[in-house]
DNA sequence: CTGAAAGCGCTTACAG
DNA sequence: CTGAAAGCGCTTACAG
């Protein structure tokens, strides 16, 4: 028929002669043909489509730089591959991950901020290709591709950095609804270790379990001078700190060193300047992408695991303490 | 059958008697049966996704407040309704709009700066539901809905500001790969036309057509003291000429009064705190998305106009030009 | 009220 | 090399 002929025409299908062709290519315009995606998805049993999974997707614009960095990323290699993006989050599918085997996706770039064993479980009966970001070294999988970063390290780079200032005294601020976050405990714990491993105490009493926009600054340091530096569990709390200290008359770093994690480029439009360690957040969304299409593409690809160094932007807002 | 009467289990169909309903819903647990949606989405022409064609994709970091708050609009309102969310760019399906209407998609929503009227036209003639944001005054489309906002005023409100508070030499700054956008164009019309209407010149003299970091600013100054003022067409580039004049030692808002379009949370980090005109763009991505949604599922839906009003937020960064 | 069949629009083997 | 048929996994009318 000469309809199936078009489709044929559509293909690859060079198995018509060049007369026919022309004339179905013709044919098709006039029509204004458009195969239906769907249907030919169903048959290849391909989408060429990934599904994003984000927690924070809701709650975006307190963490726009995060997912700015990610999804230019992820876009960027997915698009560059001819695959498209969808946004998920939990209100898909009524359900958790395994409602999310179908169909609809090629495979899945899990960028949750929490990972309990149930979602790693789940993620591995999708039985759909998943790579997983930030997945926390404690339970790093075997059998699931993982991107994450040296959160250890970091934290260790930043201890590090303000002992070396000569600061003894040293603060950990994490709001409340991130203190399970298995990242901001990895960071506490390594900040923990590193100053015990220098001779200084650090523990659960220098920790401010302050709200995000760190309002709490003010009370706080009337009672405690004694501290020299707010190292800060992210970015975006790190810089309410800076705001509170300027609102309070605390001058940084004269008075009050400051330090964050991720240090985007938001970190060069505060005041002062925000010293933060790096995570390459965009070249990981670049890189789980890359490793995504790859298992899709390829059965017998194996888990790839890739735990990214982080390093330090030194910036303005950490100096020598007072008296130091 | 069996498997057909899982099928008919799955959806809303009670035609079967409650006993064999729950051997049905057993056995599905068992087989982890999970229901295919391309075949569903096949034989209901129905998708519930959303294309979002956004002309920044490949751009992310350099909008990425703008993004956030946009996508954080549509997203709310499409999981909301249970509704998925496809970002897409040209390179998928290699083409315009056009291409686009293979089924993936129940309806558009359309996001880019530049809409030409092969644009507008490839819009109607892909046969599904669109809705434009952004869409200038100039080519209002009847046919299809537009959430829109009022550039005009905003200009208006941004000069008559400036004016008011003596600045009688004002810049409009906007970057030469923004010089045809046409949201830039109005603004930049609206403050040529509001400046005249008090009595003051301003034209295509006092546009400085700068890069996105306003590297030019140091050269500029030292020719050009005359002015008290400057508007940016956007707020990234005002936060640039923000870091300029301090690397110049130009004091803002003492020596030069700085002013921007969009004021999203980022106004409030700056040194000083950036004076803006407010797009409430996170308000209009979520009406945009409303609309969508109800003119997919009522086809007699008619095609909606919204174009948001402008105000003001005044923080720091203009004052009283000096000697005033 | 229930079951068997047709069909969504493609692609992919399978005959001629 | 080409064409006609089968089938992807659902849903939806249509008979019993």
């Known amino acids: 028929m000469s309809v199936s002929k078009v489709l044929h025409g559509r ?38 489509t990934i599904g994003l999974v984000l927690e924070t997707v809701p709650d975006l614009t307190g963490t726009v730089r995060y997912f700015a960095e990610l999804l230019d990323g992820v876009t960027r290699m997915a698009f560059q591959n001819d695959y498209s993006l969808t946004l998920c989050n ?3 599918g009524a359900g958790p991950i395994s409602q999310m085997s179908d169909g609809r996706f090629d495979g899945l770039l899990w960028c949750r901020g929490n990972y309990g064993d149930d979602l790693v479980q789940a993620a591995r009966s999708a039985n759909l290709p998943v790579v997983i970001m930030h997945q926390p070294d404690r339970i790093l999988n075997p059998d699931i591709s993982c991107i994450s970063w040296d959160n250890t390290g970091a934290a260790k780079l930043a201890t590090e950095h303000l002992i070396d200032l000569g600061h003894r005294k040293i603060a950990f601020m994490v709001p409340p609804r991130s203190m399970k976050n298995p990242e901001a405990c990895l960071r506490k714990a390594s900040f923990f270790e590193t100053a015990a ?25 009337k009672e405690n001078r004694q501290y020299t530096a707010i190292m800060s569990w992210n970015e975006s709390c790190a810089i309410a700190v800076l705001g509170q200290a300027r609102l309070h008359g ?13 240090s985007s480029s938001q970190c060069d439009l505060t005041q002062p300047r925000l010293t933060c360690v790096h995570q390459p957040l965009s070249e990981m969304a670049t890189r ?9 593409e390829s059965q017998d690809a194996d888990p790839q695991h890739f735990v990214y160094p982080s390093s330090l932007d030194i910036r303005e807002s950490t100096a020598r303490p007072p008296q130091g």
Chains 1, 2 share one sequence.
């Open 250 to 262: 605390v001058a940084v770093p004269e008075q009050l060193s400051v330090l964050g994690f991720d």
């Open 90 to 92: 939990s209100l898909i």
């Open 197 to 221: 491993k220098h001779g200084i105490e650090a523990g659960e009493a220098d920790v401010l379990n302050w709200s995000d926009d760190a309002s709490e600054f003010g009370d706080w340091w």
């Open 288 to 296: 789980a992408t890359e490793i995504l299409i790859h298992r899709i």
């Open 11 to 48: 293909g690859v299908n060079v198995r018509v002669s060049e007369g026919t062709a022309a004339t179905i290519r013709k044919i098709a315009l006039e029509l204004d043909y458009r195969p239906n995606v769907l249907a030919r998805n169903l048959r290849s049993r391909s989408t060429r």
